[in-house]
């Protein structure tokens, strides 16, 4: 399997948006503005095979993104850098490709001065899997926030990089 990542910019974003959409109930849906956008934002975009069988989408405490997650961080941190979505193909679990995007983004992350990874994971809807992924690669929880008038809980997690 092929586990070359590189960087996705707005010509892969047609590409990635199919496997976002796939996965909305763990992220959320996005139509191609809103996530050519977010690829605006980012310091960090990076997928397999163009976002087809995986990505890892982050921006850091200067973006302007309008989001309530990110809002959380920016009140409890100055400075960090905020996985916004991250999404393997089912087809692709379990050969290591997220633990891989997580790699490059903990060695990316330091070379522009910054030491803090925030991401949250949904509680309600529940998605064990991430919970006990993001725990084995570091991460503690670091609060919980109720969104959406109730229809989504999220955990918040933070990993501090040396």
């Not at 920016?74 to 490709?97: C, L, M, P, T, W």
């Amino acid at each position: 399997m092929e586990r070359t990542n590189r960087d996705l910019g707005s010509l892969d974003a047609g590409i990635t948006l199919q496997l976002n959409n796939a996965h909305a109930k763990e992220t959320s849906e996005l139509d191609l503005a809103h996530l050519n956008t977010i690829l605006s934002m980012a310091c960090y975009a990076r997928g397999v095979d163009q976002g087809k069988t995986a990505f890892l989408i982050a921006l850091d405490h200067t973006a302007p993104y309008q989001n309530p997650n990110f809002a959380w961080f920016k009140r409890a941190y100055q400075s960090f850098v905020y996985i916004d979505r991250v999404i393997v193909a089912e087809s692709a679990r379990g050969h290591g490709i997220a633990r891989l995007l997580y790699e490059d983004l903990f060695a990316a992350a330091p070379r522009a001065g910054i030491h803090r990874i925030v991401c949250e994971v949904n509680l309600e809807p529940p998605n064990p899997a991430s919970d006990a992924f993001h725990l084995a690669m570091g991460f503690e929880k670091v609060g919980q926030a109720v969104l959406y008038n109730g229809a989504k809980t999220v955990n918040y997690f933070a990993k501090n990089l040396g």
